[in-house]
C-alpha cells in the first residue's frame, strides 16, 4: 500500500495577521493535520489582535514573547533550553521609505516550528513567501532562517553597490572642483552608510552563533547556507565602513579645497593692502586742514603726486615680486 500525496494548501500572503503554513520534506505546503507534515511556520504581524491573541496561547515564555514584540531591537541570537531567538535586520525598500531605516525580522525556531514577527513589509519576506506560493517553500527549519538570512542580504547588495557608484561621483565630482552639490549629496552617503553599517556587524554576529551552536535541527547545508549569508554580511558591512572612510576623505578634500580658496583670497586682500596702505597713510597727510601743506597753491601739485604715488605703487610691487611674496 503506497501513501497518498500531500493535500497541497493555498498560497500564502504578504498582509495577514497570522498566517499558519505547513511544509512536507519538500517543502510543499500541507493543509493542517497532515501526516506528511515536517515543519510548521507561523508568520504574525505585530500589533495586531490576532496575532497578540496566537502569542498569548502560545507555549513561548514571556521572555520570548517580550523579545519578539519589542519596540527596538538589534541583531542577535539566543540559545536556550526554549529553542533559538533570532532577530535580524534588512534594508528597507518600501515605497516612499529610506534604505538606512532598516526592518527587523524576529525569528524563534525550536525544531518542529519557526515563529516569525513582522511589523513593517520587508520585501525579502515577500520573496519568500512567493516562492512558498509557487511550491518552492522551505524544506526544514534550518532551510527557512538560512533562505530568509540570504535574502536579507540579496536586498542590501544593490543599495552598498549604489553607494559604492555614488562615492565614486563625488570623487570625480572633487577632482573636478564641483563642490556645489557634492557636500549635500556627501552627506547623504555618510548617513546611509553608518546606519546601515550599525545593523550589519550585529547581524553577522548573530549569524555567526547560529552557525556554530549545536542545534539538531541545522543540518549541514543549513550552516553552510547560513555562513555564505554571514559572509555575504561581512562584506557588506566592511564594504560599508569602505565607503564611510572614502566619504570622510571626500569630505576632507572639499574642507582642503574651501580652506585652499579662503586662503588665496585673504592673501590677495594682504597685498592689496600692503599696497594700498602707504598710499592712503599719503593722501591722508596731504588732505588734512591745516596750513602748510605742501603745493596747495601750485597748480601743477595734483599731478606731481600722482606721479608720486604711482612711483611708490611700481616701488612697492617690485619690491614684493623681490621677496617673492606675488
Known sequence: MTDTAPTPAAAPADDLPVQHMRFDAHGKMLEANSPHQRFE??????????????LADSSLSPF?????????????????????LLILRGVNLAAGAEPEDM???????DGKRVVSVWRRPLLSMTDLLAAVGRGAGPVSPGDLIAKIALRLADRAEPIVAALNDKVDDLEDAVLDEDTTATRRDLADVRRMSILIRRFMFPQRDALTTLEIED??????????????????????AEELEAIR?????????IMDMRAETMNRSMYALAIITAIFLPLG????LLGINVGG?????????FWVVCAILGALVVGQVALLRWLKVI
Open 41 to 54: 511556520w507561523i508568520h504574525l504581524k505585530r500589533g495586531t489582535p490576532e496575532a497578540q491573541a496566537w
Open 215 to 236: 542545534l539538531p535541527w541545522m543540518t549541514r547545508p543549513d550552516r553552510t547556507r547560513v555562513r555564505e549569508a554571514s559572509e555575504r554580511t561581512t562584506r557588506l
Open 64 to 84: 520570548l514573547v517580550q523579545a519578539l514584540t519589542a519596540e527596538e531591537t538589534r541583531p542577535r541570537c539566543i540559545v536556550d533550553d526554549e529553542g533559538t
Open 103 to 109: 526592518v527587523s525580522i524576529r525569528l524563534f525556531c
Open 293 to 301: 601743506i605742501p603745493g596747495a597753491s601750485d597748480p601743477d601739485a
Open 281 to 284: 597713510l599719503l593722501t591722508g
Open 245 to 253: 572612510d572614502r566619504a570622510t576623505v571626500v569630505h576632507e578634500q
